[in-house]
């Protein structure tokens, strides 16, 4: 996870082919819009912009596209783009739930942003060379883009796309990463592809670089302003949280900034009728203090039908995941003092696993045991 505290142009993708830039605006480095340009589209331009508060707007060559809220726009070659105001399984990439990103967000959890009603609506565009981006309005912007790797390799914040994710960066502290790659300067003013209207209002001063790592912010943060977030921030449970929710309020300066964090706890630890089941990595599913959650054994014996029985337990109190073991059944996961054992699932429970836990709250680490696979309930 990167922050840019600054007001720029960067370059997200960038290839022979395929130009992917992204308008950075303010201190805050709100995410403002995202350009698509380059050979693979012809040489044209698609930008997406947050045009007030509430609104996205979508251009092709400066033309204004997907005006409606539920809209499509489509040029046979060049681009297939659809506007809705709600999720739709059978048009929209399932993939983009399953992003998993490095801190929890004060607008909760990552697919929040694209389920419902969000703000501005959804916006999809499926272009040449299997490239695909899906837009909402939520927190200023949040973008996914889908795409093969390019021929002669690509730079940007997207990273390198050889296959080893962990090149891509340098840790900081806390959960913010130092990028490492190619193209990560601002993009030159003869390559930027934002027509004037969108340039014209940048506001004209960032703020120092130092700001840029979270280590230093909470090193020279003052001292009253830091005593109070950290007497603030207790209330978060969650170790790697707290460190953000304390970052928030020495970046800002605003004791109200821990409240994001706050409420993404609270959101992350409601009972989620959505049911969808995120990968969280190899090993056992652990809480916030590594400890291991109530195991329940099951008869089910593939990935599938584990994640099915998942699903199907979104509405029960205490589930948080499932985890599984290469060559043996699926297990449920429950918080202590809960026992979803009350609602019928396929095959029947099992006995509580040899080795169940204490854990409580929400998913938050794995033991990094390889032969094991976490799966939380979002």
């Known amino acids: 996870h ?6 720029k142009v960067i370059w997200l993708v960038h290839s022979r082919d395929v130009w992917i830039q992204a308008l950075s605006k303010g201190s805050a480095g709100n995410f403002q819009g995202l350009a698509v340009g380059g050979a693979f589209l012809g040489n044209r331009t698609l930008v997406v912009a947050k045009d007030t508060a509430f609104t996205l707007r979508a251009s092709l060559d400066g033309v204004d596209i997907l005006t409606d809220a539920v809209d499509e726009y489509i040029e046979p070659g060049v681009i297939e783009s659809y506007r809705s105001e709600t999720w739709n399984a059978t048009l929209h990439n399932e993939d983009v739930l399953r992003v998993r990103t490095q801190i929890q967000f004060s607008v909760g959890p990552w697919p929040e942003r694209f389920m419902e009603k969000p703000v501005g609506g ?3 565009f499926k272009l040449p060379g299997s490239v695909e981006v899906t837009v909402t309005g939520v927190d200023w912007m949040s973008v996914v883009v889908t795409m093969p790797q390019q021929p ?4 940007g914040y997207c990273g ?5 994710p962990h090149n891509d960066f340098e840790p900081r502290g806390l959960s913010f990463h130092k990028p490492v790659g190619s193209h990560l300067e601002a993009v030159e003013a003869s390559q930027v592809l934002f027509g004037p209207e969108w340039l014209a209002h ?5 703020v120092d670089a130092s700001q840029l790592d979270p280590e230093v912010v909470v090193q020279q943060c003052h001292p009253t302003l830091k005593a109070t977030a950290e007497e603030r921030c207790r209330q978060v449970t969650d170790v790697r949280l707290r460190g953000d929710c304390v970052f928030d309020v020495c970046a800002t300066g605003l004791i109200s900034a821990a409240e994001g964090i706050l409420s993404a706890e609270i959101l992350e630890e409601k ?18 203090v590594g400890e291991r959650y109530s195991a329940l054994n099951t008869s089910l014996t593939t990935l599938e039908e584990c994640k099915d029985v998942l699903r199907s337990l979104a509405l029960t109190w205490g589930v948080v995941g499932a985890q599984t073991h290469r060559g043996s059944a699926c297990q449920i996961l429950a918080q202590n003092g809960t026992d979803p054992t ?6 029947g429970w099992g006995p509580r696993a040899e ?9 938050s680490d794995t033991d990094g045991d390889e032969s094991w696979a976490c799966w939380q309930l979002v």
């Open 2 to 7: 990167t922050v840019i505290m600054e007001d």
């Open 122 to 124: 959804l916006l999809l």
């Open 152 to 155: 002669g390799g690509q730079g």
């Open 160 to 164: 390198d796309f050889d296959g080893e």
């Open 202 to 206: 940048q506001p004209s001063h960032g």
């Open 271 to 288: 009972v989620n009728a959505r049911g969808i089941p995120l990968f969280r990595g190899s090993g056992r599913c652990l809480d916030s």
């Open 342 to 347: 009350h609602v019928k699932i396929r095959g």
């Open 355 to 363: 080795l169940s836990g204490q854990g409580s709250g929400t998913v």
